[in-house]
């Protein structure tokens, strides 16, 4: 870009210079035809800078919004795997809480029943020694009747 505005710049200052030169020979106004000779070629210059800065800025621009949609894939990729991952982080505490939950009542429900089978056993085993005691006691009852 630089090369080619400068040989713009090079190739409207010879010709504008070999116009001044005849024109200034031709006239008697020198002032006036560099004055005007000057505009001019200030003119091209700030147009073909204006139109490399544009272009240069729509390349910018156009690498930036580029960048932009990027960084924004690339966002929302990684807010996806961080999703995925405290998804599946989350589920497998929740599993493992379960399963310890669910052990926890099975053991529960077992120290019930083995207390209620204990219980049971001493109860029954308790009246069938309370029965057999009195058994007992009205058979040595019948036989100190029997001897007397």
């Known amino acids: ?14 010709l504008f ?5 005849s024109s200034i ?3 008697g106004d020198s002032g006036q035809f560099l004055k005007t000779w000057y505009n001019q070629l200030f003119q091209v210059v700030v147009e073909d800078v204006a139109a490399n800065a544009d272009e240069k800025s729509q390349q910018e621009l156009a ?24 998804s599946t982080s989350i589920v497998n505490n929740i599993s493992a809480l379960t399963t310890d939950y669910v052990d ?9 029943i083995n207390h209620e089978i ?31």
Do not use: P
């Not at 870009?1 to 010879?14: E, Q, R, T």
């Not at 210079?17 to 030169?21: H, K, Q, R, T």
């Open 104 to 112: 926890q009542i099975e053991e529960a429900k077992q120290n019930i």
């Open 1 to 14: 870009m630089k090369v080619k505005s400068g040989k713009l710049i090079i190739a409207c200052l010879i």
């Open 118 to 148: 204990t219980s049971d056993l001493q109860q029954y085993v308790d009246q069938k020694k309370e029965q057999i005691d009195r058994e007992i006691a009205e058979l040595i009852l019948q036989i100190v009747e029997e001897e007397n």
């Open 25 to 27: 020979h031709a006239s």
């Open 63 to 86: 690498k930036l919004i580029e960048e932009n949609e990027q960084l924004i894939l690339n966002s929302q990729k990684q807010l996806d795997d961080v999703t995925n991952e405290l």
């Open 17 to 21: 210079f070999g116009f001044g030169i």
